[in-house]
């Protein structure tokens, strides 16, 4: 976080790969409060969070079991117009098969389930 928060002062500013990238890390890290703020800060700097961005974060909060914020993250994605990827919904495919049928889970993948037919077994 460091050394990203030095870009600007460096006469560096992040585009939308640099902030994916953090979004990345900071799922990995389990730190999805940071993610969150980094999303928001994206925004707030004037790029659009695209498929990229949503993608890593909706799997950040899969992974841990924030099903219902995964879902309004994956709403708020489709009124923007932009479709999970084949890692989102094979995640949620995942969770399913291992902690069985969830309401919250069950909804999400029927919202994503166009983009979810070309998943190999």
């Known amino acids: 976080m460091e050394l990203f928060n030095a870009l600007p002062s460096r006469g560096i500013l ?8 953090m979004i990345s890390g900071l799922c990995r890290e389990g730190s999805l409060e940071d993610a969150r703020d980094m999303l928001k800060k994206m925004e707030k700097n004037g790029y659009m969070a695209d498929s990229v961005a949503y993608n890593i974060f909706i799997r950040g909060l899969l992974k841990k ?3 219902c914020e995964a879902v309004l993250h994956l709403e708020e994605m489709s009124s923007l117009g932009l479709t999970p990827d ?16 969830d309401s919250t889970l069950l909804h999400m993948l029927l919202n994503i389930k166009g983009n979810c037919e070309n998943i190999s077994s």
């Open 65 to 67: 079991n924030e099903y």
């Open 86 to 101: 084949i890692s989102t919904c094979e995640i949620v495919l995942k969770i399913i098969l291992e902690k069985g049928p």
């Open 14 to 21: 992040p585009d939308e790969f640099t902030y994916s990238s």
